[in-house]
């Protein structure tokens, strides 16, 4: 079976400087099956964000949220 994936074969993520990258898996919650997306974020520096949100917009308020703290 091929999956999307947004790291490579050692798991290290893909994502280019200035790019974000995400895919979605599906997942148990209790009894309940859930999409969730993994995101990754990397700035023009190279530095990377990562994470797991029920939605793409949440993973883009986390990452802004990361961004504005970083200043």
Do not use: H
Not at 20 to 46: C, F, H, I, P, W
């Amino acid at each position: 079976m091929i999956m999307n994936s947004i790291n490579d074969e050692r798991g290290c993520s893909v994502c280019q400087p200035g790019k974000e990258n995400y895919t979605t898996y599906a997942t148990k919650l209790g009894r309940k099956r859930v999409r969730m997306y993994q995101y990754d974020y990397r700035t023009e520096s190279g530095e990377l964000f990562a994470c797991c949100a029920p939605t793409l917009e949440a993973c883009r308020e986390r990452r802004d949220k990361w961004l504005s703290s970083r200043q």
